[in-house]
């Protein structure tokens, strides 16, 4: 072989050698992608499967809370109801009786009204308090000023939270 057929040969060797090199980087690269695209697609089917499981969650736990807030509003409704059953047997009652049978009836909603953590705010002859007090007057009194004189309407607070403030009248002092 001469010269100019090897550096023919060794022309064609090189350029034979840069295209063998050129399809496999290009294939690596294209593995490389598929196999970005299959974890991209796997995580895109991870995060729309969570995103459906939490809206069923969300539904379940609204379903649940009213369920539960219905049976609830159930029990205490089934207490007044036996209040109810109480009143018509005081209407159909002769007047003699009538007054013993009121206050059986106010005593039976007192206990179920506390068996469900109702109970009544004190306040006669007690410092006024706004957090649970309702000031609708002002009367002079024999009192020291700011004690409560006269409860109109009556407070009750359901376990820790006042659920109606008591109307009360409060003292001026001796004027």
């Known amino acids: 072989m001469n010269d100019a057929e090897r550096s023919e040969e060794k022309t064609g060797n090189e350029c034979t050698g840069t295209s063998d090199t050129a399809p496999l ?4 690269d294209s593995t490389a992608l598929d196999e970005q695209k299959k974890a991209f697609s796997e995580l895109n089917d ?20 009213e369920t539960i ?28 009786h009538l007054r013993e049978g009121i206050v059986q009836i106010q005593r039976l909603l007192s206990s179920q009204l506390q068996r469900h953590g109702i109970t009544p705010v004190d306040a006669l002859n007690k410092p006024f308090n706004p957090a649970e007090h309702e ?4 009367l002079p009194s024999e009192g020291a000023e700011g004690i409560v004189v006269d ?25």
């Open 69 to 96: 807030t219905n049976l609830a509003n159930e029990r205490f409704a089934v207490d007044i109801i036996e209040v109810l059953d109480n009143f018509e047997r005081a209407i159909k009652a002769d007047d003699a």
């Open 25 to 28: 980087s290009s294939q690596t």
């Open 46 to 65: 991870r995060y729309l499967r969570l995103a459906a499981d939490f809206e069923n969650f969300k539904k379940r736990t609204a379903r649940d809370r």
């Open 135 to 138: 000031a609708i007057a002002h």
């Open 151 to 175: 409860e109109v309407a009556r407070g009750y607070r359901m376990h820790d939270k006042v659920i109606r403030y008591a109307k009360v009248a409060v003292s001026k002092g001796i004027h």
